[in-house]
């Protein structure tokens, strides 16, 4: 059954990987589905059609068959129930890997949202600049927990997993604004995971699309 | 098998419910599983003993037998996954409830954590008033696609499910400051989730605890 996912025609990173879909161009990767691209304008991802797959109106979405699914923690959660290589066997162990799933996008990428939205969309706010590092110690308060808790292991749980997979995507946010640079044991494990050969493939399909000398080269 | 869950001492919302440990004492009504609670001042959740369970330090951890999870959606999953009452069995229904699980706290409680922050802890800060607006009509932007999309419907997605339960609650931390009564259909949403039974035991149990009365009133 053919998969088809959703990503930006052209995504506001210019081919940082940092949109979402490469997380789940990661998960296919890890788990060998091959998987079809439909790319949207801003403006399609609003439209009814789009809605209808999407109700909050972003990228991506997954189609597959009679499902259709959106929200990248479902997607990778999906594809980690359905293929082996991004969950473990083990009940206790899936249920651990569940928890760092949710880990990531509820505990440490809120603060890492906030962020974002502060540099970019209130950058030119008075408030800006004395405002930035009461953030960026809430982002620290969550990074000073996970570096304690990562100490010197490879992966959050024992093997790399659907866990990992979200947690480094939601720490590689980070990297632009030095605070990843904070934790060495944190940039290592971003590190690792950026060093997977699904994540190479995953980066690279999106690079094609985001980078900004893409069309120059397809002109040149 | 004992299940012993974690809740604050004293919350700091006085028992109106919107603690995390609320979502769970529902879920665990909904699937019918009795439980047990251990309370924590804030300095035992910083002790290596509670971050042993919780790396993050914080309510509510989730313990039965050898199993011990943190993060409130991934308990909710997996009593819904052990349980019947909380998931369709139907495979595109289950993806699609599990999907609205991970909108409800990744695209839609970020912003309301948001507007909690700006609320709480930057009520005191010069910008805090000429902020607010900001923050709220990132709340809204939220809230007219979710609005939008449930329309007259009952619930998210045919049968009420964890989906449901956890939108509920993440909907609730908005009660207080007056949006969620912007949007008609919202409000009553939220009102069925609170008609419903488990979530008025659950309701009533942490009351019991974190009533600002409470203790006045044992000590009457």
Do not use: C
């Not at 506001?12 to 439909?38: F, H, I, N, S």
């Not at 068959?65 to 479902?74: A, P, R, V, W, Y």
């Not at 480094?168 to 950026?194: K, T």
């Amino acid at each position: 059954m053919t998969i088809t996912i959703t990503a930006f025609e052209r995504s506001p990173d210019g081919g940082k990987g940092l949109a979402r879909d490469t997380r789940v161009r990661w998960a296919l990767e890890e788990v060998g589905q091959p998987y079809e691209v439909r790319l949207l304008s801003f403006g399609e991802m609003k439209t009814p059609d789009h809605l209808a797959i999407h109700p909050f109106g972003q990228i991506p979405t997954y189609e597959e068959g009679s499902l259709s699914l959106f929200e990248t923690g479902s997607i990778v959660f999906h594809l980690a129930e359905q293929h082996a290589g991004l969950l473990p066997r083990d009940r206790d162990a899936r249920a651990r890997a569940i928890t760092w799933m949710f880990a990531a996008l509820n505990t440490v990428e809120p603060p890492i949202l906030e962020l974002t939205t502060a540099r970019i969309f209130e950058a030119d706010k008075p408030w800006s600049e004395e405002r930035l590092p009461l953030v960026k110690d809430r982002v620290r308060a969550r990074l000073d927990r996970l570096s304690a808790y990562l100490g010197g292991a490879e992966w959050l749980d024992d093997a790399f997993s659907a866990g990992d997979l979200l947690m480094v995507s939601v720490l590689l946010r980070l990297r632009m604004s030095g605070i990843l640079d904070e934790y060495q044991n944190l940039a290592a494990y971003v590190g690792r995971g950026e060093s997977r050969p699904a994540y190479a493939r995953a980066f690279a399909a999106q690079f094609a699309i985001n980078a900004p000398s893409s069309s120059s080269i397809i002109g040149s």
